[in-house]
Nanobody
Framework: QVQLVESGGGLVQAGGSLRLSCAVS????????MGWFRQAPGKEREFVAA????????YYADSVKGRFTISRDSAKNTVYLQMNSLKPEDTAVYYC???????????????????WGQGTQVTVSS
C-alpha cells in the first residue's frame, strides 16, 4: 500500500477556486489509479473524480463535471483536484484514494479501496 497525504483545503466563497493536492509515498505511483471522494456531514461518502495510472483516462461525478479537474504529476508523486466555480454544496471533507486495480473500483466499488488519505476540509460559504 501507499501512504496518501491531502492538503489544500480551506474556506472559500461561492464562485471561488481551490486546488487540492494528494502526495503519494512509494515508487509505484504510476501504477495506481487515483481518485477523489468527499463526505459532507450526515451524508455518505461520494465519488468525485478518478484518473488512470498513465493519466489518459479521467472520470467525474455529474455534480462536478465542467467545474473540477483531476490531474497527476508523476515527477512529484502527486495527484491534484482543481475546483472552480465552487458552490456551498461542495462543502465536505475531501479524501484521496488509490488503487492498483484501476479506476473501475474507485468509481464503482470504493468500499474495497484500502489506500486512503486522512482528508482535508473544504468549506464554501454562500
Amino acid at each position: 500500500q501507499v501512504q496518501l497525504v491531502e492538503s489544500g483545503g480551506g474556506l472559500v466563497q461561492a464562485g471561488g477556486s481551490l486546488r487540492l493536492s494528494c502526495a503519494v509515498s512509494g515508487r509505484t505511483f504510476s501504477s495506481y489509479a487515483m481518485g477523489w471522494f468527499r463526505q459532507a456531514p450526515g451524508k455518505e461518502r461520494e465519488f468525485v473524480a478518478a484518473i488512470s495510472g498513465n493519466g489518459d483516462s479521467k472520470y467525474y461525478a455529474d455534480s462536478v463535471k465542467g467545474r473540477f479537474t483531476i490531474s497527476r504529476d508523476s515527477a512529484k508523486n502527486t495527484v491534484y483536484l482543481q475546483m472552480n466555480s465552487l458552490k456551498p454544496e461542495d462543502t465536505a471533507v475531501y479524501y484521496c484514494a488509490g488503487d492498483l486495480r484501476g479506476t473501475y473500483y474507485l468509481r464503482m466499488d470504493p468500499r474495497t479501496i484500502r489506500s486512503w488519505g486522512q482528508g482535508t476540509q473544504v468549506t464554501v460559504s454562500s
